[in-house]
């Protein structure tokens, strides 16, 4: 596994190594099948993960983030980092920390990064994709609409991955958890053990 342990401890990010080693494992299997997408790059720690199961198969990551910072990451809000703040627009940019991410892992030749919403990104999707992890806004609206957008190209086989997905209420937001249960309703997916808030689902045949 060609992944630098040194560099993700130093990137920042909320991802835990466990769910990192389990990304890294299924993106390997499901690089078999096609490209690997995330939706929500920040600054690049999961990409670290995923990218280098991508690059070890000779396929590629696509890695959405508008780089604007959700809504609690914004000023005054609980998951602002004053480090990600751009003086110079008065708004918050991941970019320049995602970009270096890429580029001390090794991965500026296997992730494509595509600096605009889910939803622009989705508008002329053809591609059928291995695994999708969907780790954006978490507001229920927005999740939905990311599943809805880009669990439509999967294959049978392929990963339909939620971060943040906490079944008691005590532990976080509700959005990703409802739509992994939406999604689990409509018959359409296994659903695999979750590795700490990683709700993992298999395409069925
Ligand atoms: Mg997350």
Redesign the pocket.
Same mark, same amino acid.
Do not use: I
């Given at each position: 596994m060609d992944v630098d342990l040194a560099l993700l401890a130093d990137t920042k990010g909320?991802?835990h190594p466990d769910e990192g080693r389990r990304l890294y494992e299924l993106a390997l299997e499901a690089g078999k099948l096609g490209p690997c997408l995330e939706v929500?790059s920040y600054c690049g720690k999961s990409t670290v993960w995923l990218g280098a199961a991508c690059r070890q198969n000779g396929t590629v990551l696509f890695s959405i983030d508008h780089h604007r910072g959700s809504a609690e990451q914004q000023p005054g809000e609980p998951y602002f980092d004053p480090e990600l703040f751009d003086p110079r627009t008065f708004r918050i940019d991941t970019f320049p920390f995602f970009r270096a991410t890429l580029a001390r892992a090794g991965l500026e030749d296997t992730v494509v990064a595509l600096v605009c919403s889910s939803q622009l990104a989705a508008r002329h999707w053809t591609t059928p994709l291995g695994l999708v992890f969907i /780790?954006g806004s #978490?507001d229920f609206q927005s999740v939905r609409q990311d599943y809805r957008m880009w669990s439509r190209h999967l294959p049978a086989g392929g990963y339909l991955l939620f #971060? /943040?997905v906490f079944p008691d209420p005590a532990d976080g937001g509700r959005g990703p958890y409802q739509v992994y249960r939406e999604a689990i309703s409509r018959g359409q997916y296994d659903v695999l053990p979750m590795t700490g808030c990683l709700g993992i689902l298999r395409r069925r045949p």
């Open positions: 909320f991802l929500g /780790d #978490h #971060h /943040d």
